[in-house]
């Protein structure tokens, strides 16, 4: 098994654009959560989703967006590319809430 | 609100010793998961242990062991014979559990890391 995988693995962007980050898990996890990583700190919820077509909003949602069409993947969506969204976003995949999230091995994203 | 506290910001032990990284937390759910997570310096995060706030025993997975103390709400990571490899930033993190109620649907709330630094 894979396990959960991300792409891209960095990207540079201009501010304004927009980019997808693409992420897949082959466990049939119903859980999967969008994370960003600033330097030098822990993890903060992007966004999250219970099951194929049910998603909502974590701690820090403002410039992003997703959609779950299907139980594998998760794409986290940034439109309109700001400067504070530099960061390390990692997805995560878990079985059931409470239980411990996999997660994929990050994209290191720079906006200039 | 959940809150988790690492109180050291680095930590050094000597290769073949053992080290103890400080985890408290904070939490009104009844019913809570605890995590630890390896970030080594190429950036992925490993998860290394789980315990249950109804788990009768603390959670071991080979060198690595939860010593977790309800009352103080306390979930201190115990490695024990350090490897080199085992150089890295460490994670303590939480999460509720699926009968906690609420809508935290298992968002993890992470501390702010141990850099962990093993000695030759």
């Known amino acids: 098994n894979a396990g959960v995988t991300q792409t891209p693995k960095f990207r540079i962007l201009k501010i304004g654009q927009s980019m997808t980050l693409q992420c897949t898990q082959d466990?049939?996890?119903?859980?999967m959560y969008w994370y960003r990583q600033d330097p030098g700190m822990g993890l903060k919820l992007i966004y999250y989703?219970?099951?194929?077509?049910?998603?909502d909003k974590g701690e820090v949602p403002n410039g992003y967006n997703v959609s779950r069409s299907t139980t594998e993947d998760f794409p986290l969506r940034l439109e309109l590319a700001a400067p504070s969204q530099t960061s390390v976003y990692f997805c995560?995949?878990?079985?059931?809430?409470?239980?411990?999230?996999?997660f994929g091995p990050g994209t290191r994203l720079t906006v200039l | 609100a959940q809150k988790i506290t690492q109180t050291q910001p680095g930590m050094f032990v000597q290769e073949k010793e053992a080290v103890t990284l400080d985890c408290t937390y904070d939490?009104?759910?009844?019913?809570?998961?605890l995590f630890w997570y390896k970030q080594p310096s190429s950036g992925e995060m490993i998860f290394l242990i789980y315990q249950g706030s109804y788990d009768q025993q603390n959670a071991t997975e080979g060198r690595y062991s939860l010593n977790f103390q309800k009352a103080r709400k306390s979930a201190n990571l115990v490695i024990s014979a350090s490897q080199l490899g085992d150089s890295a930033m460490y994670f303590c993190a939480m999460s509720a559990r699926p009968n906690a109620g609420g809508t935290s649907y298992g968002k993890l709330t992470f501390g702010q890391g141990t850099i962990l630094t093993v000695h030759p």
């Open positions: 939490t009104s759910d009844p019913s809570y998961g």
């Open positions: 995560a995949s878990s079985r059931e809430r409470g239980r411990p999230q996999f």
């Open positions: 466990m049939n996890h119903n859980y």
């Open positions: 989703s219970v099951g194929a077509g049910i998603t």
